[in-house]
């Protein structure tokens, strides 16, 4: 029964990716992607991976595609230009598919992870906590690992927020300096003498 699920949800997981990345329509390919997060958790649920599974979904599909979906629905991306495209450029996107098969296939073929090789998974007993395990993996053996990714990421958003935040060469306010601002800097008295306008030959010889 455990292999039926499980040839279930990798076709489901299958079919959902290839939509995701052949359907033209942005909204319905990210709905896509959230069914395919759902079955990769329900696959992680079956390795007894219960703590990813609910990051995943919590994460991914809680957080970061809700707020894809909003920004995809509030850009209104024109279709025009993408259905182009996706004809312009179908035979290399065939050929590069077709590469990345072979390499999973001479990869993760039967002959590297067939059941000879790599055994299926024991059953943990009841009192099992999979979030312990990942825990005592992350800060004993997988540590300096863990540590530098954090400080890339933390890298990341440091020069992301930099980028935003660079100086612009569009007009902008300063404020500090409007409020600073003195009457003798913006305007400026001019003396003019009271002149009389000059009539002319035309005007004296009517009067």
């Not at 996107?93 to 390499?103: K, M, P, Q």
């Not at 993760?108 to 090789?117: D, K, N, Q, R, V």
């Not at 100086?167 to 003195?182: A, F, G, M, T």
Request: net charge neutral.
């Amino acid at each position: 029964m455990e292999q039926i699920i499980f040839y279930c949800f990798a076709g489901l997981l299958l079919f959902a990716a290839s939509m995701v990345i052949t359907i033209r329509n942005p909204v319905r390919a990210a709905l896509f992607l959230i069914l395919a997060f759902f079955t990769s958790a329900g696959i992680w649920l079956l390795l007894e991976a219960e703590f990813l599974a609910m990051t995943l979904v919590l994460v991914y599909v809680g957080a970061v595609m809700v707020l894809f979906l909003f920004v995809v629905m509030m850009l209104d991306i024109d279709l025009a230009p993408l259905q182009e495209g996706f004809a312009k450029y179908l035979p290399l996107g065939i050929l590069v598919a077709a590469l990345i098969t072979i390499e999973m296939i001479a990869v993760l073929g039967a002959s590297h992870f067939g059941l000879e090789l790599v055994s299926a998974p024991i059953p943990h007993p009841a009192d099992y906590s999979n979030t312990k395990e990942i825990g005592l993996l992350l800060y004993t053996v997988y540590v300096y690992p863990f540590e530098i990714a954090s400080v890339i990421l933390t890298v990341a958003i440091v020069a992301a927020i930099t980028l935003t935040l660079r100086e612009k060469k569009s007009k902008s306010q300063n404020i500090s300096e409007q409020v600073k601002v003195r009457r003798e800097d913006r305007v400026r008295m001019v003396k003019m003498d009271a002149v009389k306008p000059e009539r002319n030959e035309h005007q004296e010889s009517k009067s």
